[in-house]
């Protein structure tokens, strides 16, 4: 018997709606009419404003700051689960919260588990993300967890270049393994930028394990909140004999004076994706479309194709 495929509706949380428009171009068919009521209060109520019964609904929202986009995102779950669509997948491009992860200290909240846990309850069947903070939240899920790899985007960007001393680094400890993953694609040495906080977003030191001398370096990391990590390791990286220091970041998240340091800073460029609208513009910062990708992934999803296949560079 033939593989039976529901009708596909794609819909936007009022917080990544240019993402979607581009997601749902490339996937093509038109945006889903959503209607988002608010009350004087600050209260609101998303609503379709078509039938979706029996089809397979994707809802577009990345959950950054403020928190209302995560609750726009489970109000339009629940709306869908109770407007009987067959298949509901939440396509969360930034997942928030995900730096919340595990208990690192006494009386803390896994902020990134509770989100699991809430997305689950709303009523969604699946959920489609991009490089998370750390790859076990997708063990936070019970349900399928389709997990986009950013590389696929920046890998041929970073071809382009043509830069002939590559070398991959990573900002911190943490994201060695992000960044050995990232160099095997162009055969590169890694070096690894050693820090210490005093606290979150305050950096006390840095120093670099790995030789810089000569090399185009390449900083590999998922999330740019404050940038200030990105632009001590860029300058710590130039004083040690780099020709040059650009910087791979899957999520613009840019706070605070991000956009200021990043300028000021001595990155030839900062590339990132549209996971996050950008707040402003800037002279150094370069967008990558994730929009192909994910259209790719929807229609792989509801065709019950592979998902794998989509990681290839």
Same mark, same amino acid.
């Given at each position: ?77 629940? #709306?869908?689960?109770?407007? !009987?669509?067959?298949? *509901?997948?939440? /396509? ?8 919340? %992860? ?97 606290? #979150?977003?305050?950096?006390? !030191?840095?120093?670099? *394990?790995?030789? /810089? ?8 990391? %998922? ?91």
């Amino acid at each position: 018997m033939p593989l039976q495929f529901n009708p596909v509706k794609i819909f936007a949380g009022s917080g990544t709606k240019d993402l979607a428009k581009k997601i749902a171009e490339a996937y093509g068919k038109p945006l889903g009419s959503v209607t988002l009521s608010r009350f004087s209060d600050g209260e609101f109520q998303p609503s379709f404003d078509e039938s979706i019964r029996g089809s397979d609904v994707f809802l577009v929202q990345s959950t950054n700051q403020p928190s209302d986009n995560l609750m726009e995102l489970l109000l339009m779950v629940d #709306a869908a689960r109770r407007a !009987s669509a067959h298949y *509901i997948t939440a /396509v969360v491009p930034y997942y928030g919260l995900s730096r919340q %992860d595990r208990k690192d200290k006494p009386r803390v909240a896994i902020g990134a588990k509770l989100v699991a846990n809430l997305l689950k309850t709303a009523g969604i069947h699946r959920i489609m993300t991009m490089d998370l903070h750390a790859a076990q939240i997708q063990g936070f899920f019970d349900i399928p967890v389709d997990h986009l790899d950013g590389s696929v985007i920046f890998v041929p960007y970073i071809k382009s270049l043509g830069l002939k001393n590559l070398t991959i680094a990573s900002p911190d400890m943490g994201g060695s393994y992000r960044a050995r993953t990232f160099a095997k694609f162009f055969n590169a040495e890694v070096v690894i930028c050693d820090k210490r906080r005093l606290r #979150a977003n305050e950096i006390e !030191s840095m120093s670099i *394990i790995g030789d /810089v001398t000569g090399q185009d370096i390449v900083l590999m990391d %998922d999330i740019c909140d404050t940038a200030g990590t990105l632009a001590k390791a860029a300058a710590l990286i130039m004083e040690n004999g780099a020709n040059s220091v650009r910087a791979v970041c899957t999520h613009a998240v840019l706070s605070g004076k991000a956009y200021e340091t990043i300028e000021n800073s001595k990155l030839e460029e900062l590339i990132v994706t549209d996971t996050i609208p950008l707040k402003q513009e800037s002279s150094k910062i370069r967008v990558l479309s994730t929009a192909p990708l994910f259209a790719k992934a929807i229609a792989n999803v509801n065709e019950h194709g592979s998902i794998s296949d989509l990681f290839r560079v």
